[in-house]
C-alpha cells in the first residue's frame, strides 16, 4: 500500500470512528432526549385553552433540552476535529520549514511522504481519544439529564 493509500485509509478511518461515536450517542442519549421533547411538545398541543402565543412558547420551552444537548456534541466533535487539523497543520510546517528553494523531485516526495507519515500518525493518535470523547459526552448528557 503507497502512503498516498495510507492517507486515504486514515481519512476513512477517521470518517467511519467519528460516525460510530456520533451514532451511539445518537441511540444512547439523543434520541431520548428529542423523544422527551415530542411527548412534551404534544402535551403543549393538547391544551385546548391555550393561547396560540402560549402553546409556541411551550413547545419551545421543550425544544429547549435537545438544543442545549445537539450544541453540546458540535461543540465536542468540532474539538476534536480542530485538535486532529492542528495536529496535520504542524505536520505540514514541519514539511514546509525543511523545504529548500531548490528541493530536487526527490527531495521533494521525501517531504510529501514524510508528511503524509505524520498526518497518519496524528489520525492514529487522535483516533484513540475518541472512546474517552464518548465516556464524557455520555456522562456529560447523564448529568444534563438529571
Not at 398541543?45 to 458540535?74: P, R
Amino acid at each position: 500500500m503507497s502512503v498516498s493509500a495510507d492517507a486515504m485509509d486514515a481519512q476513512r478511518r477517521v470518517q467511519e470512528e467519528m460516525g460510530e461515536v456520533i451514532n451511539e450517542i445518537d441511540k444512547s442519549h439523543l434520541r431520548r432526549i428529542q423523544r422527551q421533547m415530542h411527548e412534551c411538545a404534544a402535551k403543549c398541543c393538547a391544551n385546548e385553552v391555550a393561547s396560540l402565543e402560549d402553546t409556541h412558547g411551550c413547545i419551545e420551552k421543550c425544544s429547549a433540552s435537545v438544543h442545549v444537548a445537539q450544541n453540546y456534541v458540535q461543540k465536542e466533535v468540532g474539538g476534536f476535529q480542530e485538535r486532529l487539523q492542528r495536529c496535520v497543520l504542524d505536520c505540514q510546517d514541519k514539511s514546509r520549514d525543511k523545504l529548500s528553494t531548490n528541493a530536487s523531485e526527490s527531495e521533494m516526495l521525501g517531504l510529501k511522504n514524510e508528511f503524509e507519515h505524520c498526518a497518519i500518525r496524528c489520525v492514529d493518535d487522535n483516533l484513540k481519544l475518541l472512546p474517552t470523547l464518548l465516556k464524557r459526552m455520555k456522562a456529560s448528557l447523564d448529568k444534563a439529564s438529571q
